[in-house]
Structures are given as C-alpha cells and as structure tokens.
Nanobody, 124 residues
Framework: QVQLVESGGGLVQSGGSLRLSCATSGRTFSRNAMGWFRQAPGKEREFVAGISGSGVTTAYVDSVKGRFTISRDNAKNTVYLQMSSLKPEDTAVYYC?????????????????WGQGTQVTVSS
C-alpha cells in the first residue's frame, strides 16, 4: 500500500523556519515527480513547489521563491521542503504528493498519491 506521510509542521513566528518531510513507502518514488501543495482555510489547494524524478528540475510558486527549497533524498525515500522567512500568509495545511511518472507539473489533478497533510501556522 502506497503511503506518503508528512511531518515537520508546527507553530512558528514570522521570519522563522521549518523543514517539512515527506516519507514514502509502499513503492519506490526515486524516479517520480514529487510536489508540495498547501491549502489555507477557505481557499483552494495550491501548488507550492515541485521536483522532477531526476531531481534536476524544480519549480516554485512565485510567492515562495527565494524562501522555500524542495529537495529529495532517494536513499531515504524522502522529499523535503525547507521553508525560511516564513510569513503569516504561509499558514496552511501542507500536503505532499507524488506522480506516477517523472515529469514535473504544477497541476494537482495530475498527482496520483497524496499524504494526509501537516499544519503550518505562522504567527505575526
């Protein structure tokens, strides 16, 4: 059974940092594109960052460029989202997602597996 389990969320002050982790199990995702999405209360789920199966290509939503970094450790079957200079508007539930192929996309409809999410709250 495929599982994606996020961890690392929590409460942090504005300007602080957090590192989210997404541990995968049930199959190998070392060649699959992975993404991080977030959903704030009353808003639609949005793409935050993604990484291709090779790890060579990454993409970010404009609002987090220069502050967030996505990376992957295939030996640990884990994808990370390093978040720095956090702002109150970054407050949301953050979800990890995986595709069945290696091509990076921002379209959440093209992701096949999802984690349960981890709450990130940034206080002002």
């Amino acid at each position: 059974q495929v599982q994606l389990v996020e961890s690392g969320g929590g409460l942090v002050q504005s300007g602080g940092s957090l590192r989210l982790s997404c541990a995968t199990s049930g199959r190998t995702f070392s060649r699959n594109a992975m993404g991080w999405f977030r959903q704030a209360p009353g808003k639609e789920r949005e793409f935050v960052a993604g990484i291709s199966g090779s790890g060579v290509t990454t993409a970010y939503v404009d609002s987090v460029k220069g502050r967030f970094t996505i990376s992957r450790d295939n030996a640990k079957n884990t994808v990370y989202l390093q978040m720095s200079s956090l702002k109150p508007e970054d407050t949301a539930v953050y979800y990890c997602a995986a595709r069945k192929d290696s091509y990076l996309t921002r379209d959440l409809k093209r992701y096949d597996y999802w984690g349960q999410g981890t709450q990130v709250t940034v206080s002002s």
